[in-house]
């Protein structure tokens, strides 16, 4: 019998509980799970302003990474594709039990909809 990776517990319980919009990256890799978001833009002069767009909001995942004390498990970056810029929290989930997977995924959804940059008005709701 194929037992389920935790990245894999981590992608379901979001994908099950939460739409999409309030993420738009979602993958996992064994015991990682990665959610975030996607920043685009056809015009490629407004690249400047959508990398400090995600380094803001980067920025604004770490701070609440820390205060949630889950820093020793989570971390967010900055990454780029060809067509598009990606923001997320990345979460190594080895020593964790299937319930505190399904909380760490809430806590970092929330994470996540505090600084929707896809919300009406874009950036940080704080």
């Not at 935790?6 to 379901?12: D, L, V």
């Not at 970056?77 to 319930?99: C, H, P, Q, Y």
Request: no cysteine; charged share 30%; proline share 2%.
């Amino acid at each position: 019998m194929d037992t389920i990776s935790k990245g894999r517990m981590f992608r379901s319980h979001i994908e099950s509980r939460y739409p999409f919009g309030e993420f738009a990256l979602i993958r996992s890799r064994g015991n990682l799970g990665e959610v975030g978001f996607v920043l685009a833009d056809e015009d490629a002069e407004n690249w400047p302003s959508l990398y400090r767009e995600a380094w803001e909001i980067a920025s604004y995942f770490r701070l609440r990474i820390k205060e949630l004390g889950l820093d020793n498990i989570a971390m967010a970056g900055v990454g780029r594709d060809l067509d598009f810029i990606t923001v997320s929290i990345v979460v190594d989930m080895s020593a964790l039990e299937k319930e505190e997977i399904e909380k760490i995924a809430d806590q970092v959804m929330g994470i996540l909809r505090e600084a929707n940059p896809y919300n009406k008005g874009g950036g940080i709701n704080e």
